[in-house]
Every structure is written in structure tokens, then in C-alpha cells.
Nanobody, 124 residues
Framework: QLQLVESGGGLAQAGGSLRLSCAAS????????MGWFRQAPGKEREFVGG????????YYADSLKGRFTISRDNAKNTVYLQMNSLKPGDTAVYYC?????????????????WGQGTQVTVSS
């Protein structure tokens, strides 16, 4: 059972940056496509971005392109979400998730494994 643990959340000022990490429990981590999602208070969980198992393909929600960057280090079983030019609207709980194989999915229902989430709060 793949387990995911996010870290790196916290409080940031508008215009600032944060980097989230998601550590996976298995050495088979490299066989999973990893995704980042977020959920703001009172809103549905939404797709942020994803990265395929090799790191060769990254894809993002259109509204976040250019500000957020996903990367992964398979040797460390870790995926990262670099968030720049943060806005108050980025305030949310951020989740990493995993789906086995090479699928490049933006859909919540495709991801079988989820972390517990990490809170990101952006002040104006």
C-alpha cells in the first residue's frame, strides 16, 4: 500500500513562494504518475498539476501554468510542487496523489492513493 506524506505548507505572503514535498513509502514510487490537488474552504477539490513516472511529462491546470512547477526525484521517492507568485486565492489544503502507470490524468477518481494534505495560507 503506497503511503504519501506531504510537507512544506505554511503561511506565505502574496507574491512569495513555497515548495511542497510529498514523500512516498515504496521503492516502486517510480512506477506511479503523481498529481497535486488542492481544496479551498467551501470549494471542491481541484487538480493542480501532475508528473508522469519518468518526469518526462508535466501538465498543469491552465490557471496555474507559469506559476507552479512540479518535479520529482525517484531516487528519493519524492515529488515536489514549487509555487511562485502566490496569491490569496491559492490558500487551500494541498494534497499529493498517485496513480499506477503512465496515465496523465487530471481526474480525482483516477488517483488511488492520497496523502493527508498540507495547509497553505497566503496572506495579502
Amino acid at each position: 500500500q503506497l503511503q504519501l506524506v506531504e510537507s512544506g505548507g505554511g503561511l506565505a505572503q502574496a507574491g512569495g513562494s513555497l515548495r511542497l514535498s510529498c514523500a512516498a513509502s515504496e521503492r516502486t514510487f517510480s512506477s506511479y504518475t503523481m498529481g497535486w490537488f488542492r481544496q479551498a474552504p467551501g470549494k471542491e477539490r481541484e487538480f493542480v498539476g501532475g508528473i508522469t513516472w519518468s518526469g518526462g511529462n508535466t501538465y498543469y491546470a491552465d490557471s496555474l501554468k507559469g506559476r507552479f512547477t512540479i518535479s520529482r526525484d525517484n531516487a528519493k521517492n519524492t515529488v515536489y510542487l514549487q509555487m511562485n507568485s502566490l496569491k490569496p486565492g491559492d490558500t487551500a489544503v494541498y494534497y499529493c496523489a498517485a496513480v499506477s502507470g503512465t496515465i496523465s490524468s487530471t481526474r480525482i477518481q483516477d488517483y488511488a492513493y492520497w496523502g493527508q494534505g498540507t495547509q497553505v495560507t497566503v496572506s495579502s
